[in-house]
């Protein structure tokens, strides 16, 4: 009978967690290049004498790999990525790999995205360009030109598939390992002049709320159910007075 208990209560906690990767990817729904959190379940089979009870973990967040949508905005300085390839910007957690293509021309010269970190080109060093030279054109591989010069090449970055992410701020992701160069510009490269929208699916996510808050109520009855045949129990097998 307590197993029961446990069982509703670790469901609740695997539903909550689920509960609060969700409320995660509606809020940013409207962010550039933002890769949706989800959560992988299992269960834990604990046995006791010749039963076998199934508990359910909190469940392991991971990234989604999924693309976004890309947006038209004709903005030279908007990116969006081709394939599986991602930037890389310096933060104070150290590199920063994103899909975010929002960039800007900070007052340095500094090429920088929209919150204020340094692109990075192929060796890790920061880009410069001249912003009185006019919108520079950028190639699928990269290669920064203005007025016909070129001037530097944004780095492309892969991710090995079973690389360990962890996420950055909002659209940025923290890999420690896995990282490559794109070799590769026919199946990764930039599109200038368009974003990366969210790979969230607002109607999938609204579905998953309401799935999981029904879920979540009947484990909660579950367990006070429970509850309530434990008290009976002791009641009635109590000693009588």
């Known amino acids: 009978m307590q197993a029961a208990l446990y069982v509703g209560l670790s469901a609740q906690v695997a539903l909550e967690r689920r509960l609060n990767t969700i409320a995660q990817n509606v809020a940013n729904m409207s962010t550039a290049g933002y890769r949706a959190d989800e959560v992988k379940f299992e269960t834990v089979l604990s046995r006791t004498a010749r039963d076998s009870v199934a508990f359910a973990t909190s469940g392991e967040n991971f990234i989604s790999r999924r693309a976004g949508g890309i947006t038209k905005t004709d903005n030279p300085l908007d990116l ?3 394939g599986e390839a991602w930037f890389a910007i310096t933060t104070p957690a150290g590199i920063v790999h994103s899909r975010d293509g929002r960039l800007q021309i900070g007052n340095d010269g ?5 919150t204020g970190y340094p692109v990075l080109d192929v060796a890790g060093a920061p880009i410069m360009i001249e912003a009185d030279a006019g919108p520079p054109t950028i190639g699928r591989d990269g290669t920064l030109s ?9 780095g492309l970055f892969t991710i090995a598939p079973g690389a360990d992410l962890e996420r950055f701020e909002a659209s940025g992701i923290i890999a420690r390992t896995g990282v490559a160069p794109v070799q590769d510009f026919v ?10 929208e969210s790979n969230v699916n ?15 109520d009947n484990a909660s009855t579950a367990v006070n159910d429970g509850e309530s045949s434990l008290r009976e129990a002791i009641r009635s097998l109590g000693p009588s007075t």
């Not at 199946?187 to 990366?196: I, L, M, N, S």
């Not at 109607?203 to 309401?210: A, F, R």
Request: proline share 2%; aromatic share 4%.
């Open 80 to 82: 969006a990525i081709d």
């Open 202 to 216: 607002p109607i999938m996510e609204m579905t998953k709320l309401i799935a999981v808050s029904r879920a979540f």
């Open 110 to 114: 500094m090429l920088r995205t929209v």
């Open 146 to 154: 203005q007025n016909g010069q070129q001037i530097g090449a944004i």
């Open 187 to 196: 199946a990764h490269g930039v599109v200038q002049g368009y974003v990366e």
